[in-house]
């Protein structure tokens, strides 16, 4: 349907339903622009804007988040959830609105149409000046509630409202969706992980693949939307903030009820707001804020479900391929992972440790391995015995043998078992969630379930530092597909704590799998 040309401006026009067009032409309203500290940034969340075109000083200057745009037009959505600290008691939802609303809060109940628990949501508006000849400035505005002191294991429905929308009644009743906190205590259950999705036909697939699977949560390894096209963390990025718009309407038919569990990749440092490229990510998302520094590293924390301790990290702090955010933290991310996991590992209930980040430890694709992240971290995880490690980066699936001391510590083939005890660790990336696909080192055939070809070295290389690469010939590449796929994962507890681990491409058909089990 083409945008009607009668006044309003295409980049809004189309994040509108008709309704909200019609209020919008009928009350011949001029949107106020705002710029309001994402949350935890207190303060100076934007940075300037420079590189392509000149910055709309006018269009930049913030106003109050007001707008007489009435509540009853004004649709919500792009609803996602997100665990607290503590999946069994706290759960985070989020979603937007196209325009600044007020009162804005969550229904909760037992029941679909018994949602008698009001909690008050905070209103988290996202500013991005223009830039002359190249986008008008944007505002787009989030939505947070947070829902704690809930029983585990237990299935909960909610509704999103603000004065003037209520979702209890009759005429929204289809927006309510639900939720399933933690298990009391462990019993088997699914996740499901990739990274480098963005918005495309590849990326809703998989969203179905992900929906049969019926998992727990998802892990999303970064390289979430790609509004920034060139994943530099730079103001010269090519950067549209109206992409997140679309995805998060992409993702909402899953987001809705799966906790969306995400990290920072490279193309989610967006220059434009502070701190350090993160100021949209902390508008965006409600994760759990027991990091080293939640209002500055929103894609560092960790949480337990059933007998899995989960730890994800931002790899643009190690990264040698990428530098703009490397050594941000100073050191004190490394620490804090240090600290984490060997709390994790103390941790009554604990058998497996699974850790998610963006950039490779080790790939034989495009972007191929990052010596900063091997450098950095792959020592502390050795000393504390991670049993999977899952990354994106590189939008292919690849799976590695299990990797002790920088070797192979046992070959790792296709349905075979590993004891991280004992072999050491495997790494899988998980880069095919939606995003262009890369391909393998020249001469590199793929090898994935019902397609296994003689496994060999390959020729690659690894980051260095000064962003130079070094050459290297590798044993460790066990699984290889070109094509786009996700990560399944069971997690078994009792007598015989394991990690059934399956790989499947947008259909849903299986490519890999194997086992971990400690102590075999």
């Keep these: 349907?083409?945008?009607?040309?009668?006044?309003?401006?295409?980049?809004?026009a189309v994040r509108m339903s008709m309704a909200e067009q019609y209020e919008y032409l009928r009350t011949g309203l001029t949107r106020r622009r705002t710029l309001v500290t994402a949350g935890m940034v207190a303060g100076g969340l934007l940075t300037g804007c420079a590189g392509k075109g000149t910055t709309d000083s006018k269009a930049a200057l913030p106003t109050p988040a007001t707008s007489k745009v009435p509540g009853a037009v004004v649709t919500p959505f792009g609803r996602h959830l997100a665990f607290g600290?503590?999946?069994?008691?706290?759960?985070?939802?989020?979603?937007?609105?196209?325009?600044?609303?007020?009162?804005?809060?969550?229904?909760?109940?037992?029941?679909?149409?018994?949602?008698?628990?009001?909690?008050?949501?905070?209103?988290?508006?996202?500013?991005?000046?223009?830039?002359?000849?190249?986008?008008?400035?944007?505002?787009q505005y989030y939505?947070?509630?947070?829902?704690?002191?809930?029983?585990?294991?237990?299935?909960?429905?909610?509704?999103?409202?603000?004065?003037?929308?209520?979702?209890?009644?009759?005429?929204?009743?289809?927006?309510?969706g639900s939720f399933r906190t933690a298990p009391g205590s462990p019993e088997r259950f699914v996740f499901t992980a990739f990274g480098d999705q963005g918005v495309s036909n590849a990326a809703a697939a998989n969203d179905q693949v992900i929906l049969r699977e019926n998992p727990a949560f998802h892990l999303h390894a970064g390289d979430i939307c790609y509004a920034d096209t060139n994943g530099q963390g730079k103001t010269t990025d090519g950067y549209d903030p109206t992409y997140w718009?679309?995805?998060?309407?992409?993702?909402?038919?899953?987001?809705?009820?799966?906790?969306?569990?995400?990290?920072?990749?490279?193309?989610?440092?967006?220059?434009?707001?502070?701190?350090?490229?993160?100021?949209?990510?902390?508008?965006?998302?409600?994760?759990?804020?027991?990091?080293?520094?939640?209002?500055?590293?929103?894609?560092?924390?960790?949480?337990?479900?059933?007998n899995v301790g989960v730890v994800a990290l931002d790899a643009n702090d190690v990264s040698y391929e990428i530098t703009a955010n490397l050594g941000y933290t100073g050191g004190k991310q490394t620490k804090w992972l240090d600290?984490?996991?060997?709390?994790?590992?103390?941790?009554?209930?604990v058998d497996f440790l699974v850790v998610f980040?963006?950039?490779?430890?080790?790939?034989?694709?495009?972007?191929?391995?990052?010596?900063?992240?091997?450098?950095?971290?792959?020592?502390?995880?050795?000393?504390?015995?991670?049993?999977?490690?899952?990354?994106?980066?590189?939008?292919?699936?690849?799976?590695t043998d299990a990797i002790k001391k920088g070797a192979?510590?046992?070959?790792?083939?296709?349905?075979?078992?590993?004891?991280?005890t004992k072999d050491g660790i495997v790494y899988v990336t998980a880069g095919g969630g939606g995003r262009d696909l890369y391909g393998f080192p020249?001469?590199?055939?793929?090898?994935?379930?019902?397609?296994?070809?003689?496994?060999?070295?390959v020729d690659t290389m690894q980051w260095a530092k000064g962003q130079h690469s070094q050459a290297e010939t590798v044993e460790w590449s066990r699984v290889r597909y070109r094509g786009f796929s996700l990560l399944s994962v069971e997690a078994e507890s009792g007598s015989t704590p394991r990690l059934r681990v399956s790989a499947l491409d947008q259909n849903g058909r299986r490519i890999d799998h194997f086992e971990v089990r400690r102590g075999r």
């Excluded at 929308?165 to 927006?175: E, K, M």
């Design 85 to 139: 600290t503590d999946p069994k008691t706290e759960m985070r939802i989020s979603w937007q609105v196209p325009f600044a609303v007020k009162k804005p809060y969550v229904r909760v109940g037992l029941k679909p149409d018994d949602l008698g628990r009001r909690i008050t949501a905070e209103v988290r508006a996202l500013h991005t000046p223009g830039l002359t000849g190249v986008r008008p400035a944007v505002e």
């Design 357 to 399: 980040f963006h950039h490779c430890a080790y790939s034989t694709s495009a972007h191929a391995s990052d010596g900063g992240v091997r450098s950095e971290w792959l020592p502390v995880f050795a000393q504390h015995q991670v049993d999977l490690v899952i990354n994106g980066h590189n939008h292919v699936y690849e799976r």
């Design 245 to 306: 718009d679309l995805f998060l309407k992409q993702n909402e038919g899953v987001s809705r009820t799966v906790p969306w569990m995400v990290t920072t990749g490279n193309h989610d440092m967006e220059a434009w707001y502070s701190p350090d490229g993160y100021g949209g990510q902390l508008a965006r998302w409600s994760l759990p804020d027991n990091g080293f520094d939640p209002s500055h590293a929103p894609g560092v924390y960790s949480f337990i479900y059933g």
């Design 143 to 176: 939505v947070h509630a947070a829902l704690d002191s809930l029983h585990p294991g237990t299935t909960y429905y909610y509704g999103v409202g603000h004065e003037g929308f209520d979702p209890a009644a009759p005429a929204h009743r289809s927006t309510i």
């Design 339 to 349: 600290r984490r996991l060997r709390e994790l590992r103390a941790a009554e209930g």
């Design 1 to 12: 349907m083409e945008t009607p040309d009668v006044g309003i401006p295409e980049h809004l």
């Design 442 to 457: 020249a001469g590199v055939k793929e090898s994935y379930e019902g397609h296994v070809t003689r496994h060999g070295t």
């Design 408 to 420: 192979v510590g046992r070959a790792v083939p296709i349905g075979a078992s590993t004891d991280p």
